[in-house]
T-cell receptor
Framework: GNSVTQMEGPVTLSEEAFLTINCTYT??????LFWYVQYPGEGLQLLLK?????DKGSNKGFEATYRKETTSFHLEKGSVQVSDSAVYFC??????????????FGKGTKLTVNP | EAQVTQNPRYLITVTGKKLTVTCSQN?????MSWYRQDPGLGLRQIYY???????DKGDVPEGYKVSRKEKRNFPLILESPSPNQTSLYFC??????????FGQGTRLTVV
């Protein structure tokens, strides 16, 4: 079935550092890919998405590009802020293995940004 | 405002006392699901529903029940809660293939 592997944390950075959180997936066909963010004490919210190969999703300074050739969807931000401290989840849905009924998540990566 | 509403946000209960966590969405989404979130285990799907009166087991359904009598509501029922069901629970809704919208979460403690 479909699966998502993302880098384990925790990740600790200083303010204005560059962020990369790796995410790779296993699925046939063309799933839709997502990054969700969970701030402390809150539910998950969609950060960005991409629905086809070479699409770039972007939001709040974060970016991720759907790479079919490497089955990856790495999250990047050029300059993180303390307010970006949260848990980040990579996820996918769809493809052609009959996985459209299930949103598959990675295990999450906790990011802490220090002033 | 598009939203998924869960209640209660926090609940402490005793072993064996039946409880229900409610979930409601106002986006006319067909698909709803319940997850539990535990440290080191990420999000695990408990049950999902593809439409009214259509429900199916997720990855960890044991000890839980659900019903989908109306499109907007998808309650989670614990008939006889046990301490290993202490967790953070999330309800989510979406269109069939699309991004999910999550509730704020219910932190359940079973003593």
């Amino acid at each position: 079935g479909n699966s998502v592997t993302q880098m384990e944390g925790p990740v600790t950075l200083s303010e204005e550092a560059f962020l990369t959180i790796n995410c790779t997936y296993t699925a046939t066909g063309y799933p839709s890919l997502f990054w969700y963010v969970q701030y402390p004490g809150e539910g998950l919210q969609l950060l960005l998405k991409a629905t086809k190969a070479d699409d770039k999703g972007s939001n709040k300074g974060f970016e991720a590009t759907y790479r079919k050739e490497t089955t990856s969807f790495h999250l990047e931000k050029g300059s993180v802020q303390v307010s970006d401290s949260a848990v980040y989840f990579c996820a996918l849905i769809g493809g052609t293995q009959g996985g459209s009924e299930k949103l598959v998540f990675g295990k999450g990566t906790k990011l802490t940004v220090n002033p | 405002e598009a939203q998924v509403t869960q209640n209660p946000r926090y609940l402490i209960t005793v072993t064996g006392k039946k409880l229900t966590v409610t979930c409601s969405q106002n986006m006319n989404h067909e698909y709803m699901s319940w997850y539990r979130q535990d440290p080191g285990l990420g999000l695990r799907q408990i049950y999902y529903s593809m439409n009214v009166e259509v429900t199916d087991k997720g990855d960890v359904p044991e000890g839980y029940k659900v019903s989908r009598k109306e499109k907007r509501n998808f309650p989670l029922i614990l008939e006889s809660p046990s301490p290993n069901q202490t967790s953070l629970y999330f309800c989510a809704s979406r269109r069939f293939v699309g991004e999910a919208f999550f509730g704020q979460g219910t932190r359940l403690t079973v003593v």
